[in-house]
């Protein structure tokens, strides 16, 4: 069965520092992957998303991530943070043959101005 | 399209009461999913159904949650009696098997059981 790993629990960055989640994942074959952001009060929306093609995948408000197979990882970047970004951050890996996904446990990122 | 609904979208309920909670999933997409999400737990998924089918229910905790689809813009998640235990917010999410599974997530009910 798959699984996902995000180390971090908590993280805090200065406003317009750059940041990296990290998130490791276990699975037999090339997963979809995906990174979901959840703001207080609110439900899970999704940052962006990878199935095939180039590893480096562009999302919304300027994140991005790479997947290296090497590593069974997916980390999300963000260049300058902004205190917007503030949140609780989702990975999450999914089968090519089911629409389950599997949910990481969640990184909540601090913003500090 | 207006995403995926929930309601009610804060619920607050004595122990022993029964508690529904609604969702209508975004339409066209053919699976459903429901989730928990606590501070101790995290995110959980409890259930989720293709096609109106239930696929697997093996995160529901235990006889006390119920959960029907009757139709394919439609699904209920029940819990009878209620417990303080389930306080947590229940959040249904859909998606489309093809092309790549998204999920995509609704509000979340609040539920608070005294």
């Known amino acids: 069965a798959q699984s996902v790993t995000q180390p971090d629990i908590h993280i805090t960055v200065s406003e317009g520092a750059s940041l990296e989640l990290r998130c490791n994942y276990s699975y037999g074959a090339t997963p979809y992957l995906f990174w979901y952001v959840q703001s207080p009060g609110q439900g899970l929306q999704l940052l962006l998303k990878y199935f095939s093609g180039d590893t480096l995948v562009q999302g919304i408000k300027g994140f991005e991530a790479e997947f290296k197979r090497s590593q069974s990882s997916f980390n999300l970047r963000k260049p300058s943070v902004h205190w917007s970004d503030a949140a609780e951050y989702f990975c999450a890996v999914g089968e090519r043959t089911a629409s389950k996904l599997t949910f990481g446990t969640g990184t909540r990122l601090q913003v500090t101005l | 399209d207006a995403g995926v609904i929930q309601s009610p979208r804060h619920e607050v309920t004595e122990m022993g009461q029964e508690v529904t909670l609604r969702c209508k999933p975004i339409s066209g997409h053919n699976s459903l999913f429901w989730y928990r999400q606590t501070m101790m737990r995290g995110l959980e998924l409890l259930i989720y159904f293709n096609n109106n089918v239930p696929i697997d229910d093996s995160g529901m905790p235990e006889d006390r949650f119920s959960a029907k689809m009757p139709n394919a813009s439609f699904s209920t998640l029940k819990i009878q009696p209620s417990e303080p235990r389930d306080s947590a917010v229940y959040f249904c999410?859909?998606?489309?098997?093809?092309?790549?599974?998204?999920?995509?997530f609704g509000p979340g009910t609040r539920l608070t059981v005294l």
């Open positions: 999410a859909s998606s489309s098997q093809r092309p790549n599974h998204e999920q995509f």
